[in-house]
């Protein structure tokens, strides 16, 4: 099989749901689906029944499942060299109670070089309009992320909202400030990170106008709004350095509410 969506596979209900949705991504994205078990034995029995459930669930897609010898997070990683995107369960077997994100998820997610979607055992409550968030820095965008963000949403025929968060300048991000900040000087401020905003879209908006998007701009830490704004998506699209997961990316990952698609960016 030539380019394809991979899923990792370790046999947990988790990761059958992840294998899931990377099969229904491999259909928007006209592509194979290859299920990648890291094993020490043949392909097993909950293996095959996965294989053959993924068929039957979507009979025009091409699906292979595939076992390669080592740890997972070096099985997966390698895997990732070959793949147009790799999916995986935020978390699998492993683990103890309340557990968001695996150490194999974790691991791989920093290392693969292609984008890794993370799907989380339970997706956002109630029904909500087609929507793919995007978490962009106004002042260095990742436009890797925002070239996989705006594809997303027009596969999924959705609404893509592009998420700035941005904190007041100093001295009145301290709580120590004696004085309060006026209505006219946050608006003022707030104008200018709505423009950082619209000018770091520009060039793909111009490239794409046919996808619908919402600029969403918060006062608030980045890690918080992405989170707040995963309640009510399909995906959350971000950027992440490569060979590393830290920082915003890292918080995200363990606690958004919806799959986490992590793009690396040079």
């Not at 070096?74 to 150490?103: E, I, Q």
């Amino acid at each position: 099989m030539a380019r394809c969506v991979v899923a990792g596979f370790d046999g947990s209900e988790r990761s059958l749901l992840a294998a899931g949705w990377a099969a229904r991504e491999a259909a928007l994205r006209g592509l194979g689906l290859r299920l990648v078990h890291a094993s020490t034995e043949a392909l097993s029995p909950v293996v095959d029944r996965a294989l053959s459930a993924l068929v039957l669930h979507h009979p025009g897609l091409k699906i292979e499942g595939r076992r390669a010898d080592g740890r997972a997070a070096d099985v997966l990683a390698d895997a990732g060299r070959s793949a147009t995107l790799l999916v995986l369960g935020a978390r699998g077997l492993g683990g103890f109670p309340g557990l968001r994100l695996g150490s194999v998820a974790l691991e791989t997610a920093g290392r693969a070089p292609c984008p890794v979607v993370l799907v989380p055992e339970h997706g956002p409550v109630g029904d909500h309009p087609p929507e793919v968030v995007l978490g962009i820095d106004g002042r260095h965008p990742a436009d890797e992320a925002t070239g996989f963000a705006f594809d997303a949403t027009r596969r999924r025929e959705a609404r893509l909202r592009a998420v700035h968060a941005w904190s007041l300048p100093a001295p009145h991000d301290s709580p120590w400030v004696p004085y309060g900040v006026t209505g006219e000087d946050r608006a003022t401020w707030e104008d200018r990170e709505v423009q950082l905003l619209r000018d770091a879209l520009r060039r793909r908006r111009t490239k794409c106008p046919a996808v619908a998007v919402t600029p969403d701009v918060r006062l608030l830490g980045a890690a918080q709004a992405l989170v707040t704004a995963s309640a009510r998506a399909d995906l959350l699209v971000i950027g992440r350095a490569r060979r590393c997961l830290d920082g915003v990316p890292h918080a995200v990952a363990h606690h958004a509410c919806c799959p986490v698609a992590l793009v690396p960016y040079s």
